[in-house]
């Protein structure tokens, strides 16, 4: 969090504004204390689940996290319950899920992901996935404002 430094343990990530981050769907960038603790819990949550696997046949079993995932990205600034990580074995993104479901894969690396948060910054009326916007003075992506703001949104203009 911006302001702690070292220290204090929190490094990195995306303090937000108005519990939004700043990637497209108001996504934000984990702090590294988050994205440890994040992993530990997707990784105990995955030995539950090893429990119950001992038991399916290798066709039932279900897997819910690995430890090669670093989760890197969440709903929001304070948010633990989704989000997407790094697959460090194939370079590409999934989303999470404190549910259990099903981890998707997505197309994108980080860096394609990042490099297309910083495109549609830079080129708005390009944008594709989302549209980046201002409330107030804040930076928020279309996609995740809520109906009760979004008559406050106001496109970013290039």
Same mark, same amino acid.
């Given at each position: 969090?911006?302001?702690?430094? $070292?220290q204090?343990?929190? =490094?990195?990530?995306?303090?937000?504004?108005?519990?939004?981050?700043?990637?497209?769907?108001?996504?934000?960038?984990?702090?590294?204390?988050?994205?440890?603790?994040v992993?530990? $819990? *997707?990784?105990?949550?995955?030995? *539950?689940?090893?429990?119950?696997?001992?038991r399916?046949?290798? &066709?039932?079993? =279900?897997?819910?996290?690995?430890?090669?995932?670093?989760?890197? =990205?969440?709903?929001?600034p304070?948010?633990?319950?989704?989000?997407?990580?790094l697959?460090?074995? /194939?370079? %590409?993104?999934?989303?999470?899920?404190? %549910?259990?479901?099903?981890?998707?894969?997505?197309?994108?690396?980080? =860096?394609?992901?990042?490099?297309?948060?910083? &495109?549609?910054?830079?080129?708005?009326?390009?944008? /594709?996935? &989302? *549209?980046?916007?201002?409330?107030?003075?804040?930076?928020?992506? $279309?996609?995740?404002?809520?109906?009760?703001?979004?008559?406050?949104?106001?496109p $970013?203009?290039g």
């Amino acid at each position: 969090m911006r302001g702690q430094g $070292l220290q204090q343990g929190s =490094v990195a990530g995306d303090d937000g504004s108005d519990d939004e981050g700043c990637l497209p769907g108001n996504k934000a960038l984990m702090t590294l204390d988050a994205v440890a603790a994040v992993h530990r $819990l *997707r990784v105990d949550s995955q030995a *539950r689940m090893d429990t119950l696997n001992a038991r399916r046949s290798e &066709d039932e079993r =279900v897997t819910v996290w690995k430890a090669t995932w670093i989760p890197v =990205v969440a709903a929001g600034p304070a948010d633990t319950t989704s989000g997407l990580y790094l697959d460090t074995e /194939t370079g %590409y993104l999934g989303r999470w899920s404190r %549910y259990d479901e099903p981890p998707v894969d997505e197309l994108d690396t980080l =860096v394609t992901y990042l490099e297309e948060a910083a &495109d549609m910054l830079e080129a708005p009326a390009l944008a /594709t996935r &989302d *549209r980046p916007g201002l409330i107030g003075e804040a930076l928020v992506w $279309l996609d995740g404002v809520t109906a009760a703001r979004e008559s406050r949104w106001q496109p $970013l203009t290039g």
